[in-house]
């Protein structure tokens, strides 16, 4: 987007690995990098915002939340909460502040992550909604009787709610499960429970990845969309492609950054992470369809509301 205004763009990838062990040789080389032939540096993903330079603007995406939010979850801490960790965790905090204060301008991908900014660093910054690409493509068709979810088949994001939800609707409404994994674990649960409710007439699972031609016909035709992960960092851009295709958004009150999106009976619901609250908004789109096509036509114009466009990302990243 950025070369299309007319700007030269160098894209630079830096390999990381979020291992304790490693974490400090990393950062340490991030920071001998020497980027001073750039007018400016963009920093997105961490630990990117370690670089050096004068004009330096982060978009800062997300922590490395084993050491921030997520510490107190064995699930996700990954590494034992001992004198050692402890210390690199410290450390690491004090790293990223530092690093962080540097920046001519902190934008993040949503107040969740701006909040934890300030929380944690002691730092301001501006949200700034990141857009998918080529969002023209996104269009409505019809409303027929699928709630899709078309994401990533981990266990994070929920996919075992929606089909355990499935046994408690009293409509026909129908379940798509669209999605890569890196496990087979999960998916492979995913199946057996669908098997265990007797709900494989109604629950389709496509295990794999699905490309973007084949998203654009799901969210064309689709009743609705759910997307219900735990306490996410942004709204998920399945979310954003489904509000392009004029499609209402189910969603949990635990989900974190997609409750920036989604406004419960607008553009979608918001209900209790549970089987029996998301049958209930799963059955209400189904009975009544003229309600499903106005939050739909909501959910479009609630990207504008947010100015989720790239004509504002720019403006804003180049001002």
């Not at 001073?36 to 963009?42: M, T």
């Not at 492979?188 to 016909?217: M, Q």
């Amino acid at each position: 987007m950025l070369e299309k205004e007319g700007h030269e763009v160098e894209r630079i990838y830096l390999p990381q690995v979020d291992v304790p062990d490693l974490l400090f040789q990393q950062m340490t080389a991030f920071r001998w990098i020497d980027l001073s032939a750039a007018d400016r540096v963009i920093c997105f993903r961490p630990q990117a915002h370690l670089i050096q330079h004068p004009h330096k603007i982060l978009w800062f995406i997300h922590h490395i939340r084993a050491f921030y939010d997520l510490w107190d979850n064995e699930l996700y801490r990954g590494c034992p909460d001992d004198e050692k960790h402890r210390a690199i965790r410290t450390a690491l905090h004090e790293a990223d502040t530092t690093a962080l204060r540097e920046a001519k301008q902190i934008f993040t991908n949503s107040r969740v992550v701006s909040d934890r900014l300030r929380q944690y660093n002691g730092v301001d910054s501006e949200v700034l909604y990141p857009p998918v690409f080529e969002s023209e493509q996104f269009h409505c068709r019809e409303y027929n009787d699928e709630i899709v979810c078309i994401c990533r088949l981990e266990h994070h994001k929920r996919q075992h709610l929606l089909v355990d939800a499935m046994e408690f609707t009293r409509s026909p409404v129908r379940l798509r499960l669209c999605g890569s994994s890196s496990s087979p674990a999960y998916p492979g649960e995913l199946e057996r429970r669908i098997a265990e409710l007797g709900v494989e007439d109604r629950v389709s699972l496509d295990y794999r990845w699905i490309t973007d031609e084949e998203k654009v016909e799901h969210f064309a035709d689709c009743l609705a969309t759910a997307y219900l992960p735990e306490d996410e960092d942004s709204y998920g851009y399945p979310s954003v492609e489904a509000s392009h295709a004029s499609k209402a958004i189910i969603t949990t009150t635990d989900s974190g950054g997609v409750l920036e999106l989604v406004q419960d009976g607008i553009n979608g619901f918001v209900v209790e992470p549970t089987a029996r609250s998301l049958a209930e908004a799963m059955d209400k789109l189904y009975l009544d369809r003229p309600l499903a096509r106005r939050m739909g036509a909501n959910a479009l114009e609630r990207l504008s509301e947010i100015n989720i466009s790239w004509a504002h990302v720019l403006k804003r990243l180049i001002a």
